[in-house]
């Protein structure tokens, strides 16, 4: 099993930044893929960006190509998330999780909350 904590989550104005980091513990190694995903008020949770830890290879949802970046630290187990030019529909609680090569994600972190204003 793999422990997520995410953090960097705040509030912050249309246009703005922020920088999600998920630091992961535990059996790290049978982790291939680190992944992050959000869940909107009232919405089911989406992908949002995905990293092999091996590799480096990464893949994001369209919505959010050329504004969202996700990098890993192999020395800190850490995953990052940077964003920007946030909107207020990138409103979300955001989750990181890491996953099998099948593309399961069988580890979940606690979430943390992003509010953009507009």
């Known amino acids: 099993q793999v422990q997520l904590v995410e953090s960097g989550g705040g509030l912050v104005q249309a246009g703005g930044s922020l920088r999600l980091s998920c630091a992961a513990s535990g059996r790290t190694f049978s982790a291939y893929r680190m992944g992050w995903f959000r869940q909107a008020p009232g919405k089911e949770r989406k992908f949002v960006a995905a990293?092999?830890?091996?590799?480096?290879?990464?893949h994001y949802a369209d919505s959010v190509k050329g504004r969202f970046t996700i990098s890993r630290d192999g020395a800190k187990n850490t995953v990052y998330l940077q964003m920007n030019s946030l909107k207020p529909e990138d409103t979300a609680v955001y989750y990181c999780a890491a996953g099998l090569s099948t593309g399961v994600y069988t580890d979940w972190g606690q979430g943390t909350q992003v509010t953009v204003s507009s």
């Open positions: 990293i092999i830890w091996s590799d480096g290879t990464k």
